[in-house]
């Protein structure tokens, strides 16, 4: 069996690197820093936001903001790498990225994780409006009307609750969110988890299931929204992206509907990433790199 050794210690437990395969592709490169933003969220709780510069950054100038909202809700953002996610991919296309770890955030106490729990679209969304409020007001080179957010599962969730609370954003992106809380309920492999977060079944305690599905404020959705998911997601049935969609549509609303017949609850094929962030970039360059439309809060 042969296997690649890349690194070795040194003896101080420092990395030395055994091969230079990927330095010249490297040194081609810019990464930008993860840089720490603190704003005070509600009941005056500190959330902590990672923010990219994007590449070939000019403070003169105005740039267009992604704003990433992480899944779990039990997460973080962190200054790590990933395939799916990963901010720095973004900050490359010419975009400030803005990663906020509000209520239910891993990293910052037990409290601030349970806090969340049946509250998804209390304390959390008044954290995250804060948060990108602040970085608004500190950074001169945010275009506040040039603002897209982007999630997945519970951040999918978020970005169909945001839909129904705000109209502040030019564009929006869900990947495998909720749309009706009752009927996840019934459909997920992970039937542990809804009656942890709300508190019960949604018989026995119909209220919360009631307050926080997307579904019930579709009246109020107005923002150019692009749905994406996989037909062998039993987290949260392909079915819950379907609705979000019709829903859309019926509401007039500018939307489009990445299907994925092979891919689960993530993207993990690397044909179908390559084909996800084409899309998505597409979407995102069509609304925040034009003449921004006029955002009210």
């Given at each position: 069996?042969?296997?690649?050794?890349?690194?070795?210690?040194?003896g101080d437990?420092?990395?030395?690197?055994?091969?230079?395969?990927?330095?010249?592709?490297?040194g081609?490169?810019?990464?930008?820093?993860?840089?720490?933003?603190?704003?005070?969220g509600?009941?005056?709780?500190?959330?902590?936001?990672?923010?990219?510069?994007?590449?070939?950054?000019?403070?003169?100038?105005?740039?267009?903001?992604?704003?990433?909202?992480?899944g779990?809700?039990?997460?973080?953002?962190?200054?790590?790498?990933?395939?799916?996610?990963?901010?720095?991919?973004?900050?490359?296309?010419?975009?400030?990225?803005?990663?906020?770890n509000?209520?239910?955030?891993t990293?910052?106490?037990?409290?601030?994780?349970?806090?969340?729990?049946?509250?998804?679209?209390?304390?959390?969304?008044?954290d995250?409006?804060?948060?990108?409020?602040?970085?608004?007001?500190?950074?001169?080179?945010?275009?506040?009307?040039?603002?897209?957010?982007?999630?997945?599962s519970?951040g999918?969730?978020m970005?169909?609750?945001i839909?129904?609370?705000?109209?502040?954003f030019?564009?929006?992106?869900?990947?495998?969110?909720?749309?009706?809380?009752?009927?996840?309920?019934?459909?997920?492999?992970?039937?542990?988890?809804?009656?942890?977060?709300?508190?019960?079944?949604?018989?026995?305690?119909?209220?919360?299931?009631?307050?926080?599905s997307?579904?019930?404020?579709?009246?109020?959705?107005?923002?150019?929204?692009?749905?994406?998911?996989?037909a062998?997601?039993f987290?949260?049935?392909?079915?819950?992206?379907?609705?979000?969609?019709?829903?859309?549509?019926?509401?007039?609303?500018?939307?489009?509907?990445?299907y994925?017949?092979?891919?689960?609850?993530?993207?993990?094929?690397?044909?179908?990433?390559?084909?996800?962030?084409?899309?998505?970039?597409?979407w995102?360059?069509?609304?925040?790199?034009?003449?921004?439309?006029?955002?009210?809060?």
């Amino acid at each position: 069996e042969f296997r690649r050794v890349l690194f070795r210690s040194a003896g101080d437990n420092k990395p030395v690197p055994m091969t230079r395969l990927n330095e010249s592709l490297l040194g081609g490169l810019t990464l930008p820093a993860f840089e720490d933003l603190n704003a005070t969220g509600a009941e005056g709780a500190k959330i902590h936001s990672f923010v990219l510069k994007p590449a070939g950054f000019d403070a003169k100038q105005k740039y267009p903001v992604l704003f990433f909202i992480h899944g779990g809700p039990q997460g973080a953002w962190a200054d790590s790498w990933s395939y799916r996610w990963n901010p720095p991919l973004w900050a490359a296309q010419g975009y400030v990225v803005l990663a906020p770890n509000p209520r239910g955030s891993t990293g910052f106490g037990q409290q601030f994780v349970d806090e969340i729990s049946g509250d998804w679209g209390g304390k959390v969304f008044v954290d995250l409006m804060k948060g990108l409020d602040y970085a608004i007001a500190n950074y001169s080179w945010i275009d506040p009307d040039r603002v897209g957010a982007l999630g997945a599962s519970y951040g999918g969730w978020m970005i169909n609750w945001i839909n129904g609370h705000t109209n502040r954003f030019q564009c929006l992106v869900n990947h495998d969110g909720g749309f009706d809380e009752y009927a996840n309920y019934f459909t997920t492999e992970e039937l542990w988890f809804p009656e942890w977060e709300f508190k019960g079944t949604p018989w026995a305690n119909p209220e919360l299931y009631d307050k926080f599905s997307p579904s019930r404020y579709v009246a109020k959705w107005q923002t150019p929204t692009l749905v994406i998911h996989g037909a062998n997601d039993f987290r949260l049935v392909d079915a819950e992206g379907i609705a979000t969609f019709t829903a859309l549509q019926r509401r007039g609303i500018p939307s489009q509907f990445l299907y994925f017949p092979d891919e689960n609850h993530w993207v993990a094929k690397p044909k179908n990433s390559i084909l996800w962030h084409d899309s998505v970039l597409d979407w995102l360059d069509r609304w925040l790199k034009k003449a921004p439309r006029n955002a009210k809060q």
